[in-house]
């Protein structure tokens, strides 16, 4: 049930139940899942986590720092 490592599909499987989570939640809340309304705190905070803005990726790429 849980594994000690996680691979980056894991990763994008997370993210992708995040979203579609979210994309859910703000249509219940606005009635229209494409609508014009403002993202309550929460859902800021999800799409900031899952990285879902346009912002370069972190950590970029062909970077150099220390792995675990």
């Given at each position: 049930?849980?594994?000690?490592?996680?691979?980056?599909?894991?990763?994008?499987a997370r993210t992708g139940?995040?979203?579609?989570?979210?994309?859910?939640?703000?249509?219940?809340?606005?009635?229209?899942?494409?609508?014009?309304?403002?993202?309550?705190?929460?859902?800021?905070?999800?799409?900031?986590?899952?990285?879902?803005?346009?912002?370069?990726?972190?950590?970029?790429?062909?970077?150099?720092?220390?792995?675990?």
């Open positions: 049930m849980f594994r000690r490592r996680e691979t980056s599909k894991d990763d994008r139940r995040l979203l579609n989570g979210l994309e859910a939640a703000y249509a219940h809340r606005t009635g229209d899942p494409c609508g014009d309304a403002d993202l309550d705190d929460f859902e800021n905070v999800i799409v900031s986590a899952t990285g879902a803005e346009c912002h370069p990726p972190y950590p970029p790429p062909g970077h150099d720092y220390p792995r675990r």
